[in-house]
Structures are given as C-alpha cells and as structure tokens.
C-alpha cells in the first residue's frame, strides 16, 4: 500500500500567496485532486486532474505538481479561504483513493 | 443538478452492522463515467476513502475495512448501500456519499453526511 501526506497546518496573511502540498510516491504517477472543507460542511471539489476548476471555483486557487509532490497555490488569499484543505490520489495500483491528513489553513 | 442524499441510523451499538443508503438524484447510478463512494471522517479528524461500486456492480474496498465491508447498488430505485460490520468506537464518523469521476478519480458531488456514532 502507499499514502499521501500533508503538513497539518498552514498560515498566510490576507492577499498573500499560499502554497499546500501533498506528498507520496503514487503522485509520481497519478494527479491529485484538491478539496475544500469548511466546519460542518461537506468538503468540495476545488481541483482536479493536476489544474483544472470546476465551475464556480475561483480562478485563485490553481494547482501543479513536480516528482512526488502537488501543490494547490491560492494567490491573493481571501478570508474565506480559511479551511482545511484535503488531497487525494489513486494508490500505486490505480484502484484505490488516498487522501492526505488534511492542511488546516489559517488566514491572519 | 446531481444530489446525493445519506440515509441511516444515527447510533449503532458496538458489534452491529451498520447500513447506509445514498439516494442519488440528477444523474443516473448505471453511467459509467463514475464510481459510487463512500467515504467517512471521525470527528475532529481527516477523511478516509471507504469505497467504491462501478455500474457493472464491480466493487472496490479500503484495504483496512474490507473483510468488514460490502457496497451494493439498486439501479430500480439509483441507490447505493454500505454495510459495515462488527462496529467499534472507532467507526463513530459522518459518513458521506459522493460521485467519483472515473478518470479524473476525484469526487465531484458530496452528499452533505450523517453522523454515525457507535455506543452501548
């Protein structure tokens, strides 16, 4: 088996850019998928297939990916912006779903 | 526009099976752009994948749940169902259903999750 992992917790100041990685050696093969989460609430599809939106997600957030590692990049964070954000891959085998622990953003 | 609607118990006792339901609407169970999934988050903690069923009934299982787990689908009523046995404490999670993309393999439509806790 194989997993993904993200650092716990992240900080930015208002208007500034943040960048949240996701970590595993099935990232080499596989894009991973971006999710928003905010408390009580289901999370919701921010990124998808290494840098696509769906509709209605603001062009901000962006993502991109190099070896092990993908990163969503939100550039001119926004109060709102303040949640956890999740990750998910396919395992090695291209079967399964891997999600990352979670980044709990904080915009100071 | 696509809805995912959980259904099921909100308190299971230790040892019980646990059955949830997921009533889709807007799309149809049978296409095969996607998978039905479940996934589930304890509280205070992040989300875990638990499965998934393709239209062709074929079935994909988190390695750690498996041998407690079955995921079954009733295309007549565009349903899909979760049993998961021998509960403990530790499955005390919401529980969510979601539409999977097949080859994006990324969860487009959630359903808003149900509260599942396990106690005598």
């Known amino acids: 088996s194989s997993e993904v992992t993200q650092d716990p917790a992240v900080s930015v100041a208002l208007g500034q850019t943040v960048r949240i990685t996701c970590q595993g050696d099935s990232l080499r093969s596989y894009s991973a998928s971006w999710y928003q989460q905010k408390p009580g609430q289901a999370p919701v599809l921010i990124i998808y297939a290494k840098n696509s939106r769906p509709s209605g997600i603001p062009d901000r957030f962006s993502g991109s990916s190099s070896e092990n590692t993908a990163s969503l990049t939100i550039t001119g964070a926004q109060a709102e912006d303040e949640a956890d954000y999740h990750c998910t891959s396919r395992d090695n085998s291209g079967y399964y779903v891997l999600f990352g622990g979670g980044t709990k953003l904080t915009v100071l | 526009q696509v809805q995912l609607q959980e259904s099921g118990p909100g308190l299971v006792k230790p040892s019980q099976t646990l059955s949830l339901t997921c009533t889709v609407s807007?799309?149809?169970?049978?296409?095969?752009?996607?998978?039905w999934s479940w996934v589930r988050q304890p509280p205070g903690k992040g989300l875990e994948w638990i499965g998934y069923?393709?239209?062709?009934?074929?079935?994909y299982y988190n390695p750690s749940l498996k041998s407690r787990l079955s995921i079954s689908m009733d295309t007549s009523k565009n349903q899909f169902s979760l049993k998961l046995s021998s509960m403990t404490a530790a499955d005390t999670a919401v529980y969510f259903c979601a539409r999977l993309m097949v080859y994006a393999m990324a969860f487009d439509y959630w359903g808003q999750g149900t509260l599942v806790a396990v106690s005598s």
């Open positions: 807007g799309d149809s169970i049978r296409s095969g752009d996607y998978f």
């Open positions: 069923i393709y239209y062709s009934g074929s079935a």
